[in-house]
Antibody, heavy 115, light 110 residues
Framework: EVQPVESGGGLVQPGGSLKLSCAAS????????MHWVRQASGKGLEWVGR??????????AYAASVKGRFTISRDDSKNTAYLQMNSLKSEDTAVYYC??????WGQGTTVTVSS | QSALTQPASVSGSPGQSITISCTGS?????????VSWYQQRPGKAPKLMIY???NRPSGVSNRFSGSKSGNTASLTISGLQAEDEADYYC??????????FGGGTKLTVL
């Protein structure tokens, strides 16, 4: 089944950092843009950001709510995308999904920012 | 507040048709044919139902259809079934090369 696997979620204090991973298989990872999308409990989907492929210069873009705090990267040799989250706030608490921006979605990993 | 506006809820009886709207602007929905629709059941990841305004991925029932007029995209579900009960989200590419989602619509099958 084509489904990325997210990992790295957990409990972190406000102001702290966390790095999520998204290990993909079953599709042409290196040729795909990879997105991160989050969902707070009981709330809607919120696009976090994306990284394009090597052919598109690994261009990144971010939502205004995370710009300057979050960084997306990828390692095509490992078929893995990453989300580095710094200066975390309570409002960053959510389930974080990685996706190809279309039909491939992981099951998500939970990030809780709390003291 | 989401950049794309969806009704919070819609409902219909089995066999009926319903339509969910997604209103944006010329900087997103109206400016590009990159509108997608997702179905999400509780505790599950979103599932792509429509991409590029009106295209259905393989395996998605032809009861689901999408369209767009101006700055508003629509998802229509015909022959409503109990299994269609879920949350539905639209998304659109934007002029800032970002993606944005609507606030979501809860579909209730009566």
């Amino acid at each position: 089944e084509v489904q990325p696997v997210e990992s790295g979620g957990g409990l972190v204090q406000p102001g702290g950092s966390l790095k999520l991973s998204c290990a993909a298989s079953g599709f042409t990872f290196s040729g795909s843009a990879m997105h991160w999308v989050r969902q707070a409990s009981g709330k809607g989907l919120e696009w976090v950001g994306r990284i394009r492929s090597k052919a598109n210069n690994y261009a990144t873009a971010y939502a205004a709510s995370v710009k300057g705090r979050f960084t997306i990267s990828r390692d095509d040799s490992k078929n893995t995308a990453y989300l580095q989250m710094n200066s975390l706030k309570s409002e960053d608490t959510a389930v974080y999904y990685c996706s190809n921006g279309k039909d491939v979605w992981g099951q998500g990993t939970t990030v809780t920012v709390s003291s | 507040q989401s950049a794309l506006t969806q009704p919070a809820s819609v409902s219909g009886s089995p066999g009926q048709s319903i339509t969910i709207s997604c209103t944006g602007s010329s900087s997103d929905v109206g400016g590009y044919n990159y509108v997608s629709w997702y179905q999400q059941r509780p505790g599950k990841a979103p599932k792509l139902m429509i991409y590029e305004v009106s295209n259905r991925p393989s395996g998605v029932s032809n009861r689901f259809s999408g369209s767009k007029s101006g700055n508003t995209a629509s998802l229509t579900i015909s022959g409503l079934q109990a299994e269609d009960e879920a949350d539905y989200y639209c998304s659109s590419y934007t002029s800032s090369s970002t993606l944005e989602f609507g606030g979501g619509t809860k579909l209730t099958v009566l």
